[in-house]
């Protein structure tokens, strides 16, 4: 595998709308992007076709077999791509509300026990468990995870899982720590001592870092927001196992027994997975000589990481003449300078700067960022640290090592 050049880069970058400016602001660099990546201009063309299409599916005419041509397609494309066995993907109205919904009916349908999960993940899981959990009679328990590393291992896991453990929920990458955790070694904990648990994985941060190995997991659900990994806001993506499948879900009386999608989809926005899907086995062949398509998909997804991990390295260790973050006397880094769980993404502060000060700061010199503040979305890693914020800095593999000079340069001045 060859890494991500610079003249491959320019041609990834030439891939992506907006990819150094704001509309409104003007030229920017995007750190941003665990809020949100940048979108392919191949998934904004197709959004506006079939923005236009008056069509629905299920009717006898071209136009609407179409239409089921195209969300069978993008099925197929993310089977690939998530190396998917069985089961079966569908879209929501967003990752949040997917999350829910596959945790509810998990709950609901796995008799009493526990309910088992993290102080690591996002409130989607946390709150969905904490809700239905109580509805279903069962108990929610939280492992800790490490406020020093900020992430959790398979070791805490197996430390907290019981034999009466019904349903567990695991995030693949924190948006906050931007640690990534062992899913594979997690889930088999887990399956270890309760085999029957059904395993609820959202993977909303971790998508566009590229690499999803469902075969290899052996979980039960799997959830992504498509915004987050080069496609557009409006909907979810959710994979579910046969198991999961057949559990009692709301549906239509006398409707298919195995449909999880509430009405009629947006086609478009089935359509934009497979611009993603395209985009990512084009990488693939850049980077590898690769035929197989899946073996393309794992090509990219390895090229994703090696280039973010040598934007974090940079923006760490420093690049060029430029410090890095590590000898900022005032920055800290949440998670530790070298740590291998890192995915393209670095929350800091400042001593004697609040976080908010710092991402304006950052901004009026044209450099996207975002606070986390210690609320309901970030109190979770925050307060264990006696944090009321973080500066979240987020890079995906188009983003370049001149804009990490760009930030250090800034930084030097913030944190002087």
Not at 219 to 224: A, Q
Not at 338 to 350: K, Q
Not at 372 to 393: E, T
Request: include cysteine; hydrophobic fraction near 45%.
């Amino acid at each position: 595998m060859t890494q991500i050049t610079p003249a491959l880069l320019l041609e990834i970058r030439s891939r992506f709308a907006q990819v150094d400016h704001c509309p409104v602001q003007g030229p920017r660099v995007f750190f941003e992007n665990a809020g949100g990546a940048l979108t392919l201009n191949s998934v904004v063309e197709t959004s506006a076709k079939y923005a236009a299409i008056p069509d629905n599916q299920g009717r006898d005419n071209p136009g609407s077999r179409e239409l089921v041509r195209v969300i069978d397609k993008a099925k197929d494309d993310m089977r690939v791509f998530m190396n998917a066995p069985g089961g079966q993907f569908f879209v929501g109205e967003s990752g949040t509300e997917l999350t829910f919904r596959l945790i509810m009916n998990a709950c609901l349908g796995a008799g009493p026990g526990v309910v088992l999960g993290t102080t690591l993940e996002h409130p989607a899981s946390r709150s969905a468990c904490d809700r239905w959990a109580r509805v279903a009679g069962q108990r929610h328990v939280l492992v800790a995870h490490d406020d020093a590393t900020g992430t959790v291992t398979a070791d805490a896991y197996a430390a907290a899982v019981t034999p009466d453990t019904v349903v567990a929920t695991i995030v693949h990458t924190s948006p906050v720590t931007g640690m990534g955790v062992d899913l594979e070694g997690i889930a088999a904990a887990i399956r270890a001592v309760a085999p029957e648990a059904y395993i609820i994985v959202d993977g909303i941060q971790h998508a566009a870092h590229g690499r999803i190995d469902l075969a290899a997991y052996g979980v039960d659900g799997y959830v992504i927001s498509p915004y987050k990994m080069f496609s557009r806001h409006g909907y979810g993506l959710a994979w579910i196992s046969d198991r999961l499948t057949r559990l009692p879900h709301n549906g239509l009386l006398n409707g298919p027994a195995d449909n999880w999608e509430m009405g009629t989809r947006d086609t478009g926005s089935y359509a934009t997975l497979t611009d993603v899907a395209d985009y990512l086995e084009w990488l693939g062949a850049q980077v590898s000589d690769a035929t197989d398509r899946r073996a393309r998909f794992e090509a990219a997804g390895a090229a994703i990481h090696a280039q973010e991990k040598a934007l974090t390295d940079a923006m760490i260790h420093g690049t060029g003449n430029l410090a890095g973050l590590k000898d900022m006397a005032k920055v800290h880094i949440i998670g530790g300078t070298d740590n291998p769980a890192r995915e393209g993404l670095v929350s800091l502060w400042v001593e004697g700067v609040a976080s908010a000060e710092v991402v304006a700061q950052l901004n009026a010199q044209g450099i996207r960022t975002h606070v986390r503040k210690a609320d309901h979305y970030s109190n979770n890693i925050l307060d264990p640290l006696g944090l009321d914020s973080c500066v979240r800095v987020s890079m995906c593999h188009y983003n370049s090592v001149h804009e990490v000079a760009q930030f250090l340069a800034a930084m030097k001045g913030i944190a002087a």
